[in-house]
């Protein structure tokens, strides 16, 4: 902002909340791909689960009990907080690393409860659970891919404020 304006003249922009915007926030979780899940027993050693981590675009394996109920979720966060420059036996259970807390939400949730979930507690994975039992899982990935599929191309391609004029051409 030039010297010359003062903080009172900024212009506020509204813009206006399409129909499929309003739509997605409240279209089910199952609304999106939620099969793409990695589901791995406490005991599997360490080096097997970041192994099956990796398969996981969402980079979690969710950590699931023999009767398919969630006990919890090994990420890439904890890989990077509690093993990462430790000594570590490759051969111990992941249950020795995983986040034993799990917020799960059921297909039938919205995906604004997801996004509320994965904001407020900073998930980038929700395991789906139906019954007590894991039926699927959904990231951050598919929330904003399936958002950018609900909103319109011009709407997605706005500029976060269309009055702004940038002072070079340069930057990006």
Known sequence: MS?????TSQRSVAIAQTVSSRKARHDSVSSMETDDYVCI????????AIEAMKQDEGGC????AEDGSVVGIFTERDLLTKIVGQETDLNA??????????ATLTPEATIGDA?????DKGYRNVPLVKNGKLVGSISVFDVI??????????????????????????GG
Not at 3 to 7: H, I, M, R, V, Y
Not at 41 to 48: I, M, N, V
Not at 115 to 119: L, S
Not at 145 to 170: F, R, W
């Open 145 to 170: 891919g399936y958002l950018a599929e609900s909103y319109p191309k011009t709407t997605m391609n706005l500029p976060p404020n269309p009055d702004q004029v940038m002072d070079s051409t340069d």
């Open 3 to 7: 010297g010359e304006q003062s903080s």
């Open 115 to 119: 996004v509320t979930i994965m904001n």
């Open 93 to 102: 259970p992941v249950s020795n690393w995983m986040s034993p807390v799990v």
């Open 61 to 64: 394996a969710i950590v699931c």
């Open 41 to 48: 027993a406490p005991s599997t050693p360490l080096s097997r």
